[in-house]
């Protein structure tokens, strides 16, 4: 035997791996002079295992021990009865005794055999279904197969088959469950509580040698779970809808079977109403979604309790209702206020929009602007809220009205209705036409100091009117002040006081001078109507007789005033007079002209007028200055005279012959009719007169036939 081997075989206690190998010693015949007997248990044994090795010699002999496993033999020297020797763990035969030598014959003992076993069994397998993926009941059934020993290491044969556990990630435990077949079914309590249970087999033969010790997380594992699952639901997609969809996103604490549409209760207020249907997301996630939404109110859902599975079978817990969202199937409503004007010419005009609820999307767009006449504008909108909305018409052009109306879902509030229709607004007028502006006659005319007014008219209802507005149009040294006073919105009385000088006043309504509602200036009027202002005393001129003599008259002087006047009568003559004349004076006329009749004259004289101071009055009161002296005429009641010159020759056969004739005075009226001729015989002529001037006349005598003496 070689060193090495008697190093593995010697005396010394080994303790050796678990090769499982059956060794069998075979019964040799034992002589008769043996002198030892060996006897050791039947085993079987296994490497690392200690056996006892007794023997018996007859007397005081000693003798060795040799054991052979048909490959190896080793001499275990003087061994003393009794002591125990260590199993090898590479015994590689089946043929193993123990044989003692040394005997007083020299023969061999007897030989005792045993079995060797150093192979562990197979613990079989466990059966992945059995346990479940995961579970709620218990105990857990837990099912293997195939257990055994190794029949080419001997097959001392399978003694038990042991369940080990463990739970999650803790260590290993043997569950004290154990079976001699080898299929079986373990029920197993699972005392440490809820988790994962990991499952393993530990087999042992009869040797008593042992499979590997479980590692990892073994042959099978179930789940062990007895909580329900619990379920929370998200906030809605929406806050508010008016028919969805809106969605919820419902999660389970693990992942689930089962959950339909029934297991979900919608919970509603008001008239709300809606549909729902699920969508998987995986088995843990899922999407509600709430459809065919109707009515007005809110709506949720809520999870019923018992309707979702986990893997163990566990029904979930109701969930708490969800947070809800409004359902709004009612249109906004919206309200125009009135415009902020009345009346415009350019704008801008504004009108507070109103509507029921928050909207957004309300745009200029949205809105018709209503129009009558040539009027028009720009449409601008403005938010102050969400409800309150300003619209604006500015760039106001033309002459009419305007007005709006908010047109069908022009806004739309958080659930998307339209809003509904609203108009038309009240109107506001547009007026860029200038108001004009009649001016009436004066209230008098003349004055010397008044005050005389005007009645002003505009043509609409104006304000801002004014005395610094009147232009006072004067000739001459006429003036005035200006006062304005209000009749009412259209008419005004513009009245002139503090009047002076002489001339005419009248009044011009200036341009812009006053506003009507929409701020249009007015056109300037017209010139007014003047009137007279008159603080001149009217003044009288006298003609010249209507002869320059007379004997009994009438004879009439025209008296001219400067201007029309009343009053004026025999009173107001001063006679002016020559001589002792009588007469009687008497007055005519009218406004300007007048007559002044000398009649019943009588004597012989001369006579004049001169007109007194305030004899008349013009139409203002002035009263007449004194004339001049008019110029006079006679009065002649005496016979002109008449002296006739020689002829101018004293012998003629046809003439003409001429007398030179004069009067006293001067006279009119002398003609060749007033000429007697006077004749003696035959002879004969014809008379022409021919003024010299009104006293001297010459008489010519021509055409003489006959014969005699003519004179005159």
Not at 182 to 187: L, S
Not at 394 to 412: D, E, M, Y
Not at 498 to 508: F, M, R
Request: hydrophobic share 35%.
């Amino acid at each position: 035997m070689s060193e090495v081997c008697a190093r593995k075989y010697g005396p010394k206690l080994i303790t050796v791996a678990a090769v499982l190998l059956l060794c069998i010693i075979l019964p040799t015949a034992v002589p008769a002079a043996q002198t030892g007997i060996v006897t050791v248990p039947a085993g079987p044994f296994k490497g690392g295992d200690k056996i006892a090795i007794i023997w018996m010699i007859p007397g005081n002999l000693t003798g060795n021990v040799v054991f052979s496993d048909g490959t190896h033999t080793v001499d275990l020297g003087l061994w003393l009865s009794g002591d125990e020797w260590t199993v090898p763990s590479d015994v590689t035969s089946d043929n193993c005794s123990f044989t003692v030598t040394g005997d007083i014959t020299g023969d061999t003992g007897i030989s005792s055999t045993f079995t060797v076993d150093n192979t562990a069994p197979e613990p079989g397998s466990i059966d992945p279904n059995v346990p479940p993926a995961a579970t709620n009941s218990h105990p857990i059934e837990v099912m293997y197969s195939g257990a055994a020993d190794d029949p080419a290491a001997g097959n001392t044969g399978l003694d038990h088959v042991e369940l080990w556990y463990k739970l999650g990630t803790g260590d290993w435990k043997n569950s004290g469950l154990t079976s001699s077949s080898a299929d079986g079914t373990f029920n197993f309590n699972p005392a440490d509580g809820e988790g994962v249970y990991h499952f393993a087999l530990v087999a042992e033969d009869k040797a008593g040698n042992r499979s590997a010790a479980p590692a990892g997380n073994g042959d099978a594992q179930t789940d062990y779970d007895i909580t329900p699952p619990t379920v929370t639901i998200g906030a809605p997609s929406a806050t508010i809808a008016k028919s969805g969809p809106v969605f919820y996103s419902v999660t389970f604490s693990e992942p689930v079977y089962g959950v339909g549409a029934s297991d979900f209760n919608i919970n509603t207020t008001g008239t709300a109403n809606g549909t729902v249907n699920i969508t998987v997301v995986d088995s843990a996630h899922y999407t509600v979604t709430v459809s065919n939404i109707t009515g007005d109110g809110t709506l949720g859902i809520s999870v019923k309790a018992g309707g979702a599975m986990d893997a163990a079978g566990n029904g979930n817990e109701a969930s708490d209702p969800s947070s809800t969202f409004d359902v709004d199937s009612t249109a906004p409503t919206v309200s125009i206020g009135v415009p902020s004007a009345s009346i415009t010419k350019s704008g801008p005009v504004t009108y507070a929009v109103k509507f029921s609820e928050d909207v957004t999307g309300f745009a200029a767009n949205d809105i018709t602007l209503n129009k009558v006449g040539s009027a028009n504008g720009s449409v601008a909108v403005s938010a102050i809220s969400a409800t309150d909305y300003t619209v604006t018409i500015s760039n106001v052009t033309g002459n009419g009205t305007l007005g709006i109306t908010i047109k069908g879902n022009a806004a739309q509030d958080a659930a998307g209705n339209g809003s509904v229709i609203n108009g038309p607004s009240n109107t506001f007028s547009v007026d860029n036409i200038a108001p004009t502006v009649e001016i009436s006659a004066p209230s008098a005319n003349p004055t010397t100091n008044g005050p005389i007014s005007y009645s002003v008219t505009f043509s609409e209802n104006v304000t801002g009117f004014a005395s610094g507005d009147v232009t006072l149009n004067k000739t001459g040294t006429a003036d005035g002040s200006v006062v304005v006073t209000a009749v009412n919105g259209t008419d005004y009385t513009v009245t002139i006081s503090n009047i002076t000088g002489s001339g005419a006043l009248g009044i011009t309504i200036n341009a812009a001078a006053a506003q009507d509602a929409a701020g249009n200036g007015n056109d300037a009027s017209a010139p007014s109507a003047t009137f007279d202002v008159d603080n001149t005393r009217p003044t009288a001129a006298i003609s010249a007789p209507s002869a320059s003599i007379t004997k009994s008259g009438p004879v009439t002087y025209t008296v001219t005033f400067s201007e029309p006047v009343t009053g004026f009568d025999e009173s107001g003559v001063i006679v002016d007079a020559a001589g002792s004349v009588n007469r009687t004076v008497g007055v005519t006329g009218s406004g300007t002209t007048y007559t002044v009749e000398f009649s019943n004259l009588s004597g012989n004289g001369a006579l004049g007028i001169t007109i007194k101071a305030d004899a008349a009055r013009d139409e203002v009161g002035n009263g007449s200055e004194v004339s001049a002296a008019s110029a006079v005429f006679t009065i002649d009641n005496t016979a002109p005279s008449v002296a006739i010159s020689a002829p101018s020759t004293s012998l003629t056969k046809g003439g003409p012959v001429s007398y030179a004739v004069t009067f006293s005075e001067p006279v009119t009226g002398f003609i060749a009719a007033d000429v007697a001729l006077n004749k003696t015989g035959t002879a004969n002529g014809i008379v022409n007169v021919t003024a010299i001037d009104s006293t001297r006349y010459t008489v010519t005598i021509s055409s003489i036939t006959g014969d005699g003496a003519i004179g005159i």
